[in-house]
Structures are given as C-alpha cells and as structure tokens.
C-alpha cells in the first residue's frame, strides 16, 4: 500500500516488515521519531534505554538469542556506543541487527557535525545509506538479510533531510519467520584476546566478501545519462543532483557506502569523460577513488562543511540559480529561547546573578548560555558537566570551588553524569552539581526516561529516586528547590558553594509543556506602576517585551510563573489581568 511518510517513520516501517522483535534507542536529534514510530507496531518490544551504549548491547543480546532487533540513534551518539559497536564486528550477530545512526549536516541540533561513515571504515562493518523514504524503508528491511548473510552488524545511515522529509512509499507485510535459535558458542561470542584474535581474520575476509557484493549488489545503481559529466553520489546529494541536472548526465548512486565498490567506480568512470563526487561532509568517497586510481573532482568544488542544497550544487557548476520567492525585508535572527515559564529560567538568572561559573550540558538549558541569561561557560557532550566540574575544581582549588557549578539535566544524568558524581565522591573534589529536573526528556520531543517513571508507551515504570541515588553514590549534601522561587534558589546556592564537601542541588519542577502541566492566570502589569527600569527583561522571558517604555506581557505566552513578578521592585507585575 502507498503512504506518504517521513524517513523516519519508513525506517520504522522498514524494521516491522523485516520481522524486528527488539529495539532500543536513546532520544536523539534527528533519529528520535525511528522509535517513537517502531513503538506503534505492538509486534515490537521498545524502549528508551538510559543511553546509547546501552541500547546498542540490549541490541545485541537480543540478536544473540535469535530475535531481529535494531538500535537507533544521533551521530554523536554513536560515540557513546563505539565501544560494543567494534567489538561486535568481530562476533558477528546470531539474528540480524542494524544499528540506526541519524547525521546532522549544518548542526541544526548538534554540537558537531561528525560524519558516521568513519564509523563503519573504522569498524569494518557494513553500511546503507538510503536517499528518500522508500529506500528508508527497503534498505532498513533488506539491512537484516545483509546482516544475516555476513554475519556483521549493519550500520544504517541517515542524515536529517532524509529523517525529516516525507515522500511515497510502498508498504508489505511483516515477515514472520526471522526468529533461530541460539546456541552457546564461546570461540564466537567471548572476546577474550585468545578468542578475538581468531576472530579478526574473519573480519578481514567478511570485507573482502562485501567489497565483491558491492559490485552488483541491489543498493548501488548506474544512471546513464550524458556522458561528458559522470558524477557519483549518495544519500540526499543524490536528490539534490537529479533536480538540477535530471537525465542529463551520468550518475554512480551508491546505498551501500561502506564498503564502496573498484571494479563498478572504475566502469563508469571510464564511460564518461569528467567524474565529480558530491558528498555531504567529508570526503570518504572520493578519498576511495584517489586511492583505486580514479580521478574525480570532489571537495575542490564542495564544501566539508554544512549541509547541501540545490543551490550549492548549481552554484559548484556554474548553473545560474532557479527563480525562488524571498522576503522583500530582511528577517531578523530569532535565536532559539527558552519557553516562558520554563522552570530552568528562575535557576539560570539565580546563578547569573552570583556571577557563578557554570559547567553546561547537553539539553534544553543549554539554551541557558543566550542573553539576556549568558550563564553558562561551556558545553561539551552528555555528561561532561559533572566530569568536567571535578577536573576544574582539580586544578583549581579554593580559587574555583566556591564558585563553580555543574548543570545537567534529569534525562542526560542518567545517561552519563552518575559516573562522574561517583567520580567526585570517589576522588573528593569540592564541587556543586544542580540537576535540572523538568520530569521529561524535553529538548528531543518529551520522551521518558529512567526518573519519569513511565516506559516509552507511557505505562508505569521503575523510576529512579535522584536524591536515594545521589546519596547511594556518596554525596551527603542533597537538596530540591524550586526554580520558581528565586530566593529559595539563591540561598541554596549560597550554602552548598560555601560547604567543605560535594553537594547536590535538585532544581525540581516539570516541564511547562507537559500535557499535565496547567498553566496560572497570566500576569499583567501596571502600567501605572511600571518605571521602565526593565529589570522583568534580564530573564530573558519570551512573553515579555518593552511598548513605549513601559513592560508588556504576552498572554498568549504567559503561563504565571510568577519569576518575573520578584524581579520587579515596584510591584508592577500583578497576578490577575484587570
């Protein structure tokens, strides 16, 4: 049957049809919806998993018990899950898994923009990448009979234009045959080093075996068109080159990019009379080609950074670019900003005001470090913030203890900040972590996490207790406050930077957008009362403007927090609209 979906949710579809038991994923931008989307099909069991590691071995021990499963996740997850990634190369699957891993070219949501095929060289395992959501859902299907066939983990490659775009695909039915059985085979699935090492030759000959499958395998295609430009591809620059040059000249679309074909390059190079590779990101195809003795054009004329359109394609040719429609004014920048009412707000001004410095983490507050707030200092990757305060406090001393904070969130705690908190209780560094807790995963779409206590379907779950775990892991000073209550805020702060030992502040309230969440009567102000003095602008509050030198406040956007209301020193700010 024909839908229209997006790359997401056809991956989705893709792992159903395939026969999927298991998958586990932790939220990320741009490959959250593959999972929310799996989670629809009762067929298959899913869940959030506290990270990405994690996901990757529930993964793999559902493969080793003979069900088809998948794993689904950010590039810069992939970091976090290398370590069984490499060592599941070299004990191959019993049942067919895939690992999902969504790019982010232009960083629209991400904090580099790593390209993931390095992943798959380094780690001699195979990867698809699909140009639009059909291929999502045929590459996503036929990646486990790959996988099956070589035994190997299949790495399954989008990037946020295929995540997000939508086009036509045609579903099927559910194979209902995929589960086998497991028998115990330690030479295979024990890599202890008299183990692995006959397990590396192995891998060297499954490379070799692919290399040759690439050749004619159904994921690679020839398009011949002219012959004076050939030009060789993958993923979305394969859209972007059939809409500005269509038939007209000869295309190599590769779907399986690791490993990449010889003998199939070196043919169609040889039918045309200039070869260009346009790729998003780095060069890995043409540094393939450099290195079988093909000669192509490739970052000479494209950019390593950002992502591609249509226009950077036209513009590498020469083409003149297509009538478009465009502002007849400049549009100012609205860079992104916290909600109004977002609980993450009181707390940031309260430690913008101290002049404190604040280690950051990856999420919603992130969003801290923005004027009018400013008050945050770095931002690294999940969990660095608490691993980070203790090395800074390290070598720091008294001269940054008292002074400095770790922030991170409910959701990115429990992905990787405990070890860091047991690494400042086990190595005693004086330092001051604040966990944001806003009841969700919130920057990704409000997804559930270990502390929420409802699984990905929304039923009940286990659910952590923060304070029993901080305390569990040796940190005696634990306290919740509230971030609506900016003083109850400031003399927390006060206290625990001012203590001789590790502590941790609770900053606890939900999420504003949350469905449960009901908003308070707006607040007005007064214009009578108001000197203009715009001390209610220093948090940074979207509903809140400046109208003739008096505040304003927006009440399609107020939800009555009531933070901007104990900034104010002449009680202009008044609870109910008059």
């Not at 493969?63 to 970091?79: E, F, I, P, T």
């Not at 960083?107 to 990867?127: C, L």
């Not at 070799?208 to 020839?222: D, G, I």
């Not at 043919?267 to 790729?279: G, P, S, T």
Request: charged letters at 20%; a negative charge; aromatic letters at 6%.
């Amino acid at each position: 049957m024909k839908q229209l979906q997006i790359g997401n949710a056809a991956v989705a579809r893709g792992l159903y049809e395939a026969g999927v038991g298991v998958v586990s994923s932790y939220p990320g931008t741009p490959s959250t919806e593959i999972t929310e989307s799996a989670a629809k099909y009762d067929e298959i069991y899913c869940e959030w998993a506290p990270n990405e590691k994690v996901a990757m071995e529930v993964a793999f021990g559902a493969s080793l018990r003979g069900v088809r499963s998948a794993c689904c996740m950010k590039h810069v997850g992939l970091n976090v899950a290398a370590d069984p990634l490499f060592t599941m190369s070299y004990t191959g699957v019993n049942a067919g898994l895939v690992i999902c891993v969504a790019d982010d070219p232009g960083m629209f949501s991400s904090q580099n923009e790593q390209d993931s095929r390095h992943y798959a060289v380094a780690a001699k395992v195979p990867m698809l990448e699909p140009s639009d959501s059909d291929e999502c859902l045929r590459f996503a299907r036929e990646a486990f009979t790959l996988s099956e066939t070589f035994d190997t983990p299949v790495l399954f490659r989008v990037c946020m234009r295929t995540a997000h775009s939508q086009s036509i695909v045609d579903t099927g039915d559910r194979t209902t045959d995929a589960a086998k059985s497991y028998e115990k085979n330690g030479a295979k699935y024990i890599m202890m080093p008299g183990n692995a090492k006959k397990r590396h030759p192995v891998v060297e000959e499954r490379t070799a075996r692919l290399t040759e499958y690439a050749e004619n395998c159904p994921f690679n295609r020839v398009e011949m068109g002219g012959t004076k430009l050939g030009i060789i591809t993958a993923g979305t620059s394969y859209q972007y080159v059939k809409e500005v040059f269509g038939d007209t000249v000869s295309v190599l679309k590769l779907g399986l990019v690791n490993p990449l074909p010889v003998d199939l390059i070196r043919d169609f190079a040889a039918k045309v009379d200039r070869v260009v590779v346009i790729e998003e990101l780095d060069g890995v195809i043409e540094n393939h080609c450099n290195a079988i003795g093909v000669k192509v054009e490739g970052k000479s004329l494209f950019s390593p950074i950002g992502e591609y359109t249509q226009e950077t394609v036209r513009r590498a040719f020469g083409i003149p670019e297509a009538p478009s429609v465009a502002a007849d004014t400049p549009i100012p920048v609205r860079p992104p900003v916290m909600c109004a009412g977002c609980p993450h707000r009181g707390l940031y001004y309260v430690l913008a005001k101290n002049k404190v410095t604040v280690l950051g983490d990856i999420g919603c507050y992130t969003l801290g470090a923005q004027p009018p707030l400013s008050a945050v200092d770095s931002v690294l990757c999940m969990g660095a913030s608490v691993s980070g305060i203790h090395g800074f406090n390290k070598a720091g001393g008294a001269e940054t203890e008292g002074k400095t904070v770790a922030v991170i969130g409910d959701s990115t705690f429990m992905h990787s900040g405990i070890t860091g908190l047991v690494n400042i209780a086990y190595n005693g560094s004086n330092s001051t972590v604040i966990i944001l807790d806003n009841s969700i995963t919130g920057m990704t779409g409000h997804q559930q996490n270990p502390t929420t206590g409802y699984n990905i379907k929304g039923d009940p779950a286990g659910k952590i207790d923060l304070e029993t775990l901080c305390h569990a892991v040796g940190i005696n000073r634990v306290r919740v406050v509230d971030p609506y209550d900016l003083d109850a805020c400031d003399k927390a702060l006060k206290e625990e930077l001012a203590a001789d030992e590790p502590s941790v502040i609770i900053s606890r309230r939900p999420c504003m957008l949350l469905k449960y969440v009901k908003p308070k009567s707006p607040v007005h102000v007064n214009a009578d009362k108001c000197r203009g003095c715009k001390s209610c602008m220093r948090i940074g509050c979207p509903a809140i403007s400046m109208k003739k030198g008096k505040a304003v406040i927006d009440h399609t956007q107020c939800v009555g927090c009531d933070v901007c209301r104990q900034l104010c020193k002449f009680d202009a700010m008044e609870s109910e609209v008059r």
